[in-house]
């Protein structure tokens, strides 16, 4: 028994999703808080970053060495740690926001009453003692977008702390955001199971969308449908499940912990109504661009990433010089780091693959470095337009000049995107149905199970 479950677990990790194969990719874990929980009088930020960050690499260097690969979750801790211990100071500079403990109310109509008052924080920098230290640094070593701390910057310290939402408005948000994901996978996973381009390696983008398509809409809206670009269409499939598959993993899997947290068996500020909202207003998009897609609709979890590039601005003096080179320098170290961290998504061994391993993590990491070049033209021209054009010429934030701005991240996208497909073609993705159940079959009159 030990046994199969042992080759279950090699196969596992290997052929299907990187995954820890040595003791050598735990230890790190205790090592980040151990690190932290010791007090600046006993070991400065220097020592401690000077004695541990080369023990955390080295921990993962060898862990990587036994995977033959990367995977997401150490390369993220790696990163983490770097920030933690070299571009900050969490035991000087960081202060924690929290709501106080209050006696929970003995009725239901208490509790409503408070669940609307606006909550109050109180501020705790680094405690003096172990038994509070601990807690403090825990909840630091999970809040990766830094919400409810404060780091000693002002463009940071101003938006904190966040206004939480009621659990009942929470809920509400994960139910409705749960069932678009649901419609938005069961739609798209339709399509990619009948175009080719999702299956066959040498199938251009460009190539005419197979006659059969069909999804449960009116003939002329289908019709319509089938007469845009390929390339639109498959790219923004290629757009919409990521979104999906984030979203569904954000909400649904929320529900269980909020319950527990209504029944006073969870504390407050581990309870998801009290963390900001995954994603951030669409709006975002067509106003600002890819700065607007990255910078503040998508998900903020990998925000940290940018802090290695504004420190590095910082410490050589070039944001004090010119505020869009250190903006600049931020975009370059999200993107170079986010790319190397989702490379860790490909197998060591992928199973039925023509491209190596590698190949397919360039691929993956291609298209968020690419994301570099985009924002750098798109800051670049924007500057551009505002020193040539006269002011009353600037339609920037008017209906003409969101409709350009959305075309131009629509068309950076679809030259772009297409990277990912490469990779997820080849580790076949989209070979099988992601839902079992699948309303859009139901409603072609093809049974409501997909697998």
């Known amino acids: 028994m030990s046994k199969s479950y042992s080759e279950s677990y090699h196969y596992l990790v290997t052929h299907i999703v990187p995954g820890p194969n040595s003791i050598s990719y735990f230890i790190p874990f205790l090592l980040l808080p151990t690190a932290l929980c010791i007090p600046p009088s006993i070991l400065s930020q220097n020592q401690i970053a000077s004695l541990f960050l080369p023990l955390i690499f080295a921990c993962l260097i060898h862990a990587w060495s036994c995977m033959n690969g990367l995977d997401v979750i150490s390369v993220n801790l790696m990163q983490w740690s770097f920030v933690l211990l070299v571009c900050y100071d969490p035991r000087k500079t960081f202060i924690r ?50 919400s409810n701390w404060k780091t000693g910057h002002p463009s940071h310290d101003r938006q904190q702390p966040i206004t939480p939402l009621s659990r009942t408005a929470f809920c509400t948000h994960a139910l409705l955001l749960a069932l678009q994901s649901y419609l938005i996978l069961d739609t798209t996973s339709l399509l990619t199971q009948s175009d080719p381009y999702f299956h066959i390696t040498d199938t251009s983008i460009t190539h005419p969308l197979p006659p059969q398509l069909t999804l449960p809409l009116p003939p002329i809206l289908q019709h319509l449908l089938l007469k845009l670009p390929p390339r639109l269409i498959r790219t923004t499939i290629l757009a919409l499940q990521p979104y999906a598959l984030i979203t569904q993993g954000g909400s649904l899997p929320t529900l269980p912990i909020l319950l527990l947290n209504a029944l006073h068996l969870w504390p407050d500020e581990w309870s998801p109504h009290t963390w900001p909202i995954f994603f951030g207003p669409l709006a975002a998009v067509p106003h600002h661009g890819l700065r607007g897609l990255w910078g503040t609709w998508w998900h903020q979890t990998n925000r940290y990433l940018s802090i290695p590039g504004r420190s590095f ?131 072609l009159g093809r049974g409501w199970w997909a697998w």
């Open 97 to 146: 926001l929290r709501q106080p403990q209050t006696p929970h109310p003995p009725n239901h109509e208490k509790d409503q009453h408070l669940e609307k008052e606006k909550p109050t924080y109180v501020e705790e920098p680094y405690p003096n003692t172990l038994p509070r230290r601990i807690p403090w640094v825990l909840t630091l070593l999970v809040s990766l977008r830094l």
């Open 313 to 443: 601005a910082r410490w050589i003096g070039l944001e004090r010089k010119s505020a869009r080179a250190g903006y600049m320098c931020s975009v370059v170290s999200a993107f170079a780091l986010s790319g190397v961290m989702h490379m860790g998504l490909v197998p060591p061994e992928p199973v039925g693959t023509e491209m190596s391993a590698m190949t397919m993590r360039l691929y993956v990491g291609a298209f968020f470095w690419l994301q570099i070049l985009g924002i750098g033209i798109e800051v670049a021209v924007v500057e551009a337009f505002q020193r040539v054009c006269p002011s009353r010429w600037r339609w920037r934030g008017s209906m003409v000049g969101r409709i350009v701005t959305l075309g131009w991240v629509g068309l950076w996208g679809s030259y772009t995107l297409p990277l990912l497909a490469v990779p997820f073609r080849e580790l076949g993705y989209w070979d099988y149905p992601p839902l079992p159940v699948s309303v859009t079959r139901w409603g």
